[in-house]
């Protein structure tokens, strides 16, 4: 039975690494034969995207129609940015 977002993190406990998947629908590839230009995309993006929202990547695995990230909250770091 799926469990709603949220209640698998708990926000006040120390943070944990979470597993995201995230899938292509209707069979579509995004990378892989005549798309693999777009692996280096997505890896670049996702290094822009964890500064931004303040995650720890661990790891992550660009397959051919679904991509895996291993990332962990740092709650300190945005505290440490200025408003400028």
């Not at 069979?27 to 997505?42: I, M, N, S």
């Not at 790891?59 to 709650?75: E, K, P």
């Amino acid at each position: 039975m799926p469990i709603a977002r949220k209640r698998l993190i708990n926000p006040t406990a120390p943070s944990p690494w979470v597993h995201c998947a995230s899938r292509c629908v209707r069979r579509v590839f995004l990378c892989g034969g005549r798309f693999d230009h777009r692996r280096a995309w997505v890896e670049d993006r996702l290094q822009a995207l964890a500064r931004l929202f303040a995650v720890e990547v661990a790891g992550y695995a660009v397959m051919s129609n679904h991509l895996h990230v291993i990332v962990r909250m740092q709650r300190e770091n945005p505290f440490t940015w200025s408003a400028a």
